[in-house]
Every structure is written in C-alpha cells, then in structure tokens.
C-alpha cells in the first residue's frame, strides 16, 4: 500500500522516511523477527520517558534491551528454568558482567583450578589487578572448596559443569550449599552440559552461564553468551552491562534462537555419538587414556549418573595419545580427514582441539601440568555426523602417529 502520509515530501526526504515506521499489524509472524534498529520511538513522550527509565517490556535503545534479543533471553531463562536472562556478546563477557556484580576490590573468588584457560586468565590478570584475589580449588575435593571458603572475604564462588578438558564432573548442589553457608554465591560455566542435561540454578546455581557460541548456537555461526539468574539479578547485570556496552546484536540473537530450537535433537545425538566414541578410543593402543564421565574408569562417573539424565553424559571426549608430545599430536591433526581441527565445540561438526595449542595456551606448562593437561591431550566435539564416520576418521589418523 503506497504511504500516502509523505507523498508531498520532495524525492531525497521520501528516500529517507517512506516505508518506515509502520503502524501495528494484526498478525504476528510464526518466528520471531529481527529487530536490527539501534533506537526505538513512541509517539507518546510519557511511554518514551518510561523506557528511557527502564520500564519493562519497552525498548529505546539496543544497548539497553533488544525485543530479538529479549526473545532469545527468555527462551534460555525457560530452558534453564530461571526467571531471567541477560544475552551478551560472548561467553567471556558474560563471565565478566557475572563476576563484577559480585565481588569488589577487597573480595576473594574460590575458583575451580580446571577452568577454561581465558577464564583463568581473567580471573589471574584483569581481577587480581583490581584487587580481587582468586584462590584455585579442586572443585570436586568439597573439604578444600570449605577451606579455602572459611578463609573469609569469599563473594563468587565459580565452577564448570562439566570442566574444560577434563570432562569433571561437579557436585552442584554440594557446592552451592557450601558457598551459601559462606555467604558467597555459585556461578556455574553450564556450556559443555546445556540445560538438556542439568540445570544448575534448579540445584541451588545463583548464575547460570553459558557460551552460546557453542551447543545453544551449534552451527559455528555465532558468538554470544547467556546467563540465566534471578529477575533481580538480571536487572543488575544489565545495568552493569548498559556501562560497559558487552551486548548481543539482534542478527547473532535471532542465530542463537534459531539454534536454540533444534538443541534437544542435537544434543541427544551428540551425546550418543560420544559415548561410541569414548568406547572405541578406550580399546586404542594409540591411546593411553580416555576422559568421558560415562566411562565408569572416570572419576566423575559416580557424580555424572547421579546428575545427568538417561544414561547421557555430554558430547565431549577427551584422550591423551600414547608417549604423547607436540609432534606425535600435529601428526594425528593432521591426518584428520572429516574431523575439523577448530577453537571451538557444540556444533554440528566435529572438531578436535589441542588445548595446550588452544584453549589452555596462555598457561604455562607447569599449570597445565598442575591441573593433568600434557602434551599429549586431545579434546573432541562430537558432532552428530554418522558415528561410524567419526570412528574411520579417528583410527586412519591415530595411525599415521
């Protein structure tokens, strides 16, 4: 329909103004739209001041809220069985804005020791320089988690689900009974897991946060991150993030939610894929041991079974290659034919990562020693491609080690 509002405007006005700003439809589209404006107006001035004052369920600028964005916020508060979420431009920025609502120069952080390594790096270089001492714990060790706690001043306690290598597995209703008793809060990493398999703010989690890069987008299209929590939580992580500007565009929002619908059937399949890989690779003379929480040989097997639901135990494997060292492991990198060598996991694909390349890189060897990453350490995203597949690409490339 022409918009005769602004037929008496000359040619350059109407090139600017004509088809924009329509009124209210009386439909509403089966998925949700891309709202890519940076600014939204109201006719009305007083509903305009009001979302300029926060008010809830109005837009006015995307800094501060996004309708794509919020729909993506809600949809992982659902799944997560919170009563929010706040979408930010990756997993890391959703791991900063968690951690500075809640310590301040002066506070301790108990921290898991086997965290991924960029988050150990944030914690070591940015907080420590702004006062913030972390004290590295094994997280499955609830005896030194309360030690290091009763030291006092502890506001964060942070962990993985399941951890980064390692595949350990955390006892989350354990830990956070602990760091409630001590006054501080749980912020559980729940990337690697998904909420398909444990929700953890359901176990008494304060935070729930993960790099929706990864299983929530699972297509290797997207960057972003999530964390889930209470209303009143996510209002102050918002106003937090409002300052420093860490938000998700609508375009990787809308990617996220896209992804976000086909998790279950991806995660169900991943997770199967894995657990015959694990298996194969556990029967591997190249191989000298294999990290899987659904091998019963792991030592977060008795946690996992109790936790995660129907005999499924993540998509990700991870293995040490026998007399492991750089070059045996580039060897094998590099004789992989279908599997993607990636920085990445949770999609479609799967990848294979070198953590001491990678991942845990800014670390040096003795920490990575500390924490059981040697040379020889491999990490696999299972991807939901044919399993017997995955398996012809694993055992041609181990051969060539």
């Given at each position: 329909m022409a918009d005769t509002r602004r037929q008496h405007l000359k040619l350059a006005s109407r090139a600017v103004h004509a088809g924009e700003r329509p009124g209210p439809r009386d439909f509403v589209p089966v998925v949700?739209?891309?709202?890519?404006?940076?600014?939204?107006?109201?006719?009305?001035?007083?509903?305009?001041?009001?979302?300029?004052?926060?008010?809830?369920?109005?837009?006015v600028y995307t800094r501060y809220?996004?309708?794509?964005?919020q729909a993506l916020e809600?949809?992982?508060?659902?799944?997560?069985?919170?009563?929010?979420a706040l979408a930010l431009g990756s997993g890391m920025a959703a791991l900063n804005v968690t951690i500075l609502a809640s310590v301040e120069a002066g506070d301790r952080v108990v921290a898991s020791r086997d965290l991924y390594g960029q988050t150990i790096t944030l914690l070591n270089?940015?907080?420590?320089?702004?006062?913030?001492?972390?004290?590295?714990?094994?997280?499955?060790?609830?005896d030194q988690v309360e030690h290091a706690l009763a030291r006092g001043r502890v506001r964060l306690v942070l962990?993985?689900?399941i951890s980064n290598p390692l595949l350990r597995v955390t006892d989350i209703p354990a830990l956070a009974e602990l760091a409630h008793r001590y006054g501080a809060r749980l912020a559980v990493d729940n990337t690697f897991a998904t909420p398909y398999l444990l929700r953890p703010g359901t176990l008494g989690a304060d935070y729930v946060i993960h790099s929706a890069t990864k299983y929530l987008g699972g297509h290797g299209d997207v960057t972003g991150g999530v964390v889930a929590t209470t209303a009143d939580r996510r209002w102050e992580l918002n106003e937090i993030n409002k300052a420093i500007g860490s938000i998700l565009g609508p375009f990787?929002?809308?990617?996220?939610?896209?992804?976000?619908?086909?998790?279950?059937?991806?995660?169900?399949?991943?997770?199967?894929?894995?657990?015959?890989?694990?298996?194969?690779?556990?029967?591997?003379?190249?191989?000298?041991?294999?990290?899987?929480?659904?091998?019963?040989?792991?030592?977060?097997?008795?946690?996992a079974r109790e936790l995660f639901p129907n005999g499924l135990y993540g998509a990700m494997v991870a293995f040490d290659i026998?007399?492991?060292?750089?070059?045996?492991?580039?060897?094998?990198?590099?004789?992989?034919?279908?599997?993607?060598?990636?920085?990445?996991?949770?999609?479609v694909y799967t990848e294979v990562l070198y953590p001491v390349m990678a991942s845990h890189r800014g670390l040096s060897p003795e920490q990575r020693q500390a924490i059981g990453i040697g040379e020889g350490l491999v990490r696999i995203s299972v991807g939901i491609e044919d399993p017997d597949d995955i398996i012809a690409d694993l055992e041609?490339?181990?051969?060539q080690v």
């Open positions: 949700t739209p891309i709202y890519p404006g940076s600014t939204f107006i109201y006719e009305d001035l007083d509903q305009m001041d009001a979302a300029l004052g926060g008010a809830e369920g109005v837009f809220g996004n309708p794509t964005t809600t949809a992982v508060a659902s799944l997560e069985e919170q009563e929010a270089a940015i907080y420590s320089s702004l006062g913030v001492e972390t004290t590295f714990v094994d997280a499955l060790d609830l962990c993985e689900t990787e929002s809308w990617l996220i939610l896209r992804g976000i619908k086909t998790l279950p059937l991806r995660m169900q399949r991943q997770c199967e894929n894995a657990a015959r890989v694990a298996r194969w690779l556990a029967e591997h003379p190249a191989v000298e041991r294999v990290y899987y929480p659904g091998l019963e040989i792991h030592e977060s097997h008795r946690t026998r007399d492991g060292t750089r070059e045996r492991v580039f060897r094998f990198l590099r004789g992989l034919r279908l599997i993607v060598p990636a920085t990445t996991l949770g999609d041609q490339a181990l051969a």
